[in-house]
Nanobody, 118 residues
């Protein structure tokens, strides 16, 4: 599975951005797609995820501000981010989880940087 994420940039606090993620290749076993973010030397944290069953998850810090949705093209998702704050500054990574016959795997896109200035 190949994963391509895009859409980062620089905005002022209160602004908005939309991140895009597209998965290609052997996508038959994809079970979830989502976004993680990472700052400094910290571990990546799950920001938002949507499963094949259309279940969504949001980190508490982004609830009410971020929305994950599917695109019209299969295996494409968007992360709509509004009311951004400097705390949202991070490198965002698209993540794809797959599950085939109990064998799980995950795939990562290259990070896209989001910078929010005060």
């Amino acid at each position: 599975v190949q994963v391509v994420g895009s859409g980062g940039g620089s905005v002022q606090a209160g602004g908005s951005l939309r991140l895009s993620c597209a998965a290609s290749g052997d996508t038959s076993c994809i079970s979830a797609m989502g976004w993680y973010r990472q700052t400094g030397g910290k571990a990546r944290e799950l920001v938002a995820q949507i499963t094949s069953a259309e279940t969504t998850y949001y980190a508490d810090s982004v609830k009410g501000r971020f929305t994950i949705s599917r695109g019209n093209v299969e295996h494409t998702v968007f992360l709509h981010m509004v009311s951004l704050t400097p705390d949202d500054t991070a490198v965002y990574y698209c993540n794809v989880e797959s599950l085939c016959d109990t064998v799980g795997a995950e795939y990562w896109g290259r990070g896209t940087r989001v910078t929010v200035s005060s």
